[in-house]
């Protein structure tokens, strides 16, 4: 595999750096990891290969080929759907393996982990992020323990018990569990959606698929829901090294989705502040981004501000009438996923001039169909 150039983590706030085999989910600073890397990618490479996301196989930091652990994952359709008479292409990402675009994370930092000899891993997660790492961690033979809410979808934690995952569900808010699998983490390598950088270079491969099935250009703007970020920054991350590589012209403007009664990013952004506050949470049917403290608060703020986007919040009403609309059309989703499309909504409505809309159903409708409130 050739890997580009500048291969190697560096620290966020010390600016310390390490190889990518480092392994450590973190600096020994405490602070976050990023890779830095400058892929060596020709789109005119990836057209006769497998449908999946491992086409960008140039793009994604993996050690070698025989260390990759995947489910031919990737490559969802783009559709046409409708928002009050206005078409936006929606990416199908509730058709991964696991019913949810954390796959995209899980397969590269997986990958990554069995490239590196690690044996056991703990992760935390208000369930699609653990579903999507005990599936592959179960493939790649690797012993996983899942910190969940106490709360959590019964439907998930089915999910993650048939994976073979070990669960520890911790009472309190999806912020208790967080802080639960950081004292696990003390002696456990901790599979992190949030705090470890490979599982961003897996949700980039957003922005590839999008730009590759639209011709391999940008859309005008993206529509992502924000909890710890992992979409937003991974698409921010893919956009920015297709610009780099010369293979598109512009950045797209990255829309931001929170649920109202969570919406620390909202609120910062709003007040034009560099970093949020923890906030106090509401109820929200949207579990997936109730994130009252974003561990990558401040890079997603600036990574929204780089490309001239904005935040919306959108209310329990607004989130309960898109899940309906969207089933009037045939799109089962989660209400994580409804969020996001009454994101899109809002922002439609805030348009001067048409331009062209992407956004994603993150998550599949079977996947919380008993604590749905319909």
Not at 122 to 132: H, K, L
Not at 318 to 334: D, K, P, V
Request: charged letters at 15%; glycine letters at 8%; a neutral charge.
């Amino acid at each position: 595999m050739q890997r580009g150039t500048m291969a190697h983590l560096v620290c966020s706030r010390c600016a310390q750096t390490f190889p990518l085999e480092y392994q450590h989910w973190r600096c020994t600073c405490g602070s976050m990891l990023d890779v830095v890397f400058t892929p060596a990618f020709d789109p005119a490479a990836v057209s006769g290969r497998k449908p999946t996301l491992w086409r960008y196989r140039e793009a994604l930091p993996v050690a070698d080929d025989a260390s990759i652990v995947s489910f031919d994952e990737g490559l969802t359709p783009l559709v046409p759907v409708d928002f009050g008479g206005v078409s936006v292409l929606v990416k199908q990402d509730q058709l991964f393996s696991t019913g949810s675009y954390k796959d995209r994370g899980a397969t590269v930092l997986v990958s990554h982990l069995k490239a590196l000899g690690v044996q056991r891993i703990v992760e935390d997660s208000s369930g699609n992020a653990g579903c999507a790492i005990a599936a592959y961690c179960a493939r790649a033979g690797i012993a996983c323990t899942i910190y969940v809410p106490a709360d959590t979808s019964p439907a998930k934690l089915s999910q993650l018990r048939e994976y073979g995952a070990t669960l520890a569900k911790v009472p309190g808010s999806r912020d208790d569990t967080a802080r639960a699998v950081l004292r696990a983490a003390e002696d456990t390598y901790y599979a992190s959606h949030s705090w470890n950088p490979f599982f961003f270079q897996g949700t980039k491969t957003i922005a590839y698929e999008v730009c590759e099935q639209l011709g391999w250009r940008a859309p005008d703007s993206m529509v992502l829901p924000v909890g710890n970020g992992t979409l937003l920054l991974g698409a921010y991350i893919g956009f920015s090294e297709l610009l780099q590589a010369g293979v598109i012209s512009r950045l797209p403007k990255l829309i931001g989705v929170q649920a109202a009664a969570c919406a620390p990013l909202y609120t910062a952004f709003q007040e034009r502040r560099e970093a949020h506050s923890p906030v106090m949470p509401g109820h929200t049917a949207a579990e997936g981004i109730a994130i009252t403290d974003p561990i990558r608060g401040r890079q997603i703020l600036q990574a929204v501000r780089d490309t001239g986007g904005c935040f919306v919040a959108v209310t329990e009403p607004e989130i309960t009438a898109s899940l309906t609309n969207m089933g009037r059309q045939g799109f089962y989703i989660e209400p994580t996923s409804a969020a996001t499309t009454a994101g899109v909504s809002k922002y439609l409505a805030s348009l001067a001039e048409q331009e062209l809309v992407v956004s994603v159903f993150t998550g599949h409708g079977l996947k919380t169909t008993g604590s749905m409130r319909l």
